[in-house]
């Protein structure tokens, strides 16, 4: 693509402005990152740049020529193409069915060319993850980021002269990124720009030729690495709107366990040859980090401690007391919460309110009079949105018009009015901006001074670090090492994740 520019794009849902004033212009094939806080706008703007929704003012001029753009088939017809945050795959359909859905190619106008489509899906995915997932393997089995790394191979089938990748690296390990990093400078030298939208500063400043900051549906600045230094700094007041701010990465505080009461035991745990005799104590008020390259039994592992899936082999004690777990709702009459790793599929009623989310809990554990006290239950409410520090604070919102860390603190904030003995954190700042991590990681640590055990599993070594006790690296679906407080560090954090030196 020659050029490209938005000009005073404006969107409004339902009262809630999405983009007030959002520019962006490159010329020539570039790397473009777009970065900003939850709610800055950078989804609302992909998606109008991709024909999914229409903005409400504004311009576009694509190769200097103004451009009409109603609907995706009218993107495609300029050659751009978004690859989903929250994908668009159909989970039943095959790996090469959902890469090729709805750009079929046909024999004689009338047969579909499935021989073509599969040879074509092979070719694209093999330039991403080489030999990793069958081409029939259906989508509902794959890992996340094998799913993601589908999405991508979706909209590089449909030969994009501008592709968007609206955070592709929010599920990928570090091993997949530097393949889809490869792959984005290939694409550069053929002549494609890309849009890079992502929460992680150091894939923008890796990556990207140009960053493009949103804040509150606003862009703020730019920075233009061709010119500037590759560095964060430049990049973090614009999105906290504060000038010298600077985010810190300090460790938590050194806590001495050793008299503590062990509140969580596992003894020889297996579940069907992906978890194999996992053994560990967790102490009250403890946070615990699970680390490892992804799938090595972590989601299964998290899944086992919240009810979804049950053990083959082993015990499970709380305060010393056999505890058998049978489904989510026991692990919750027992103090056991999750937040899980998918907040629109698995945490949230997105169509319904902040309210219905948040009281709903209540409703399965049967915790109130069949004559609701909607006085009571809204002050519950407000008194979560208060100190998950929601926004917009309305209990009415609809969760879906909630901006990604905004959904994420309804997920989190609704299990505070139970103060959970156990808190179980799937990747909870995947995907959200660093004032929304933030907030969650402080009410985390909250909750752990007033005695909540954590476990916490994120796919950033960063959080890993900033945040726990212990960390236990998982391999192959064992526990292979216990790293402590002092010890955890991101050298060694890989170090053991790879299995170097052993």
Not at 209 to 215: A, E, T
Request: with cysteine.
């Amino acid at each position: 693509m020659e050029s490209f520019e938005a000009v005073n794009f404006k969107k409004r849902f339902e009262g809630v402005i999405a983009l007030k004033d959002a520019n962006f212009k490159f010329e020539g094939s570039k790397i473009c990152g777009l970065v900003g806080a939850n709610g800055s706008g950078k989804t609302t703007f992909a998606r109008i740049c991709s024909g999914i929704i229409q903005r409400d003012e504004g311009e576009l001029f694509i190769d200097g020529e103004e451009a009409a753009i109603d609907s995706p088939h009218d993107a495609r017809n300029y050659g751009i193409v978004l690859a989903h945050q929250n994908l668009s795959l159909i989970p039943d359909l095959t790996v090469w069915e959902n890469i090729n859905l709805g750009h079929e190619k046909r024999q004689r106008a009338i047969f579909l060319d499935n021989k073509d489509a599969k040879e074509k899906s092979q070719e694209i995915l093999n330039a991403l993850i080489p030999g990793e997932i069958s081409m029939d393997e259906a989508v509902v089995n794959l890992t996340p980021a094998h799913s993601q790394m589908v999405e991508i191979a979706k909209a590089l089938s449909q030969d994009p002269r501008l592709l968007i990748l609206d955070e592709p690296t929010a599920a990928l390990e570090y091993f997949h990124v530097e393949q889809l990093f490869k792959k984005i400078e290939e694409l550069k030298k053929e002549k494609i720009s890309i849009i890079f939208i992502s929460h992680r500063l150091w894939e923008i400043t890796r990556i990207c030729d140009i960053v493009f900051v949103f804040r509150n549906g606003e862009t703020v600045g730019k920075v233009d690495f061709q010119e500037q230094p590759r560095n964060e700094k430049l990049i973090i007041p614009l999105v906290t709107g504060e000038t010298g701010k600077m985010i810190s990465f300090s460790k938590k505080k050194k806590v001495d366990f050793e008299k503590a009461e062990v509140l969580l035991e596992l003894k020889n745990i297996s579940y069907k040859g992906r978890l194999k005799n996992i053994s560990f104590k967790m102490k009250k008020g403890e946070v615990l980090g699970i680390g490892g390259l992804h799938g090595q039994g972590q989601e299964e592992l998290i899944m086992l401690l919240a009810g979804s899936l049950h053990a083959t082999e082993g015990e499970l004690y709380l305060h010393n007391k056999k505890l058998k777990i049978k489904h989510p709702k026991d692990a919750i009459k027992n103090g056991v919460y999750l937040v899980p790793g998918d907040r629109q599929q698995d945490g949230l009623f997105i169509i319904h309110s902040i309210f219905n989310n948040a009281v709903f809990p209540r409703f399965c554990l049967k915790m109130d009079s069949a004559f609701l006290n909607f006085t009571k239950l809204s002050a519950i409410t407000d008194k979560m949105i208060e100190r998950a520090e929601l926004v917009p604070p309305d209990r009415k919102m609809l969760v879906k018009n909630l901006s990604g860390g905004n959904q994420q603190k309804v997920v989190f904030g609704r299990w505070l009015q139970f103060s959970p003995s156990i808190l179980i954190l799937n990747d909870p700042a995947k995907g959200i901006d660093i004032q929304a991590k933030e907030a969650l990681y402080k009410i985390m640590h909250e909750l752990g001074d007033a005695g909540t055990t954590v476990i916490l599993y994120a796919s950033s070594n960063e959080e890993l670090i900033t945040h726990c006790d212990r960390v236990l690296i998982m391999f192959e679906g064992q526990i292979v090492e216990e790293i402590v407080h002092d010890d955890i560090c991101d050298e060694k954090l890989i170090k053991s994740s790879l299995r170097v030196g052993g």
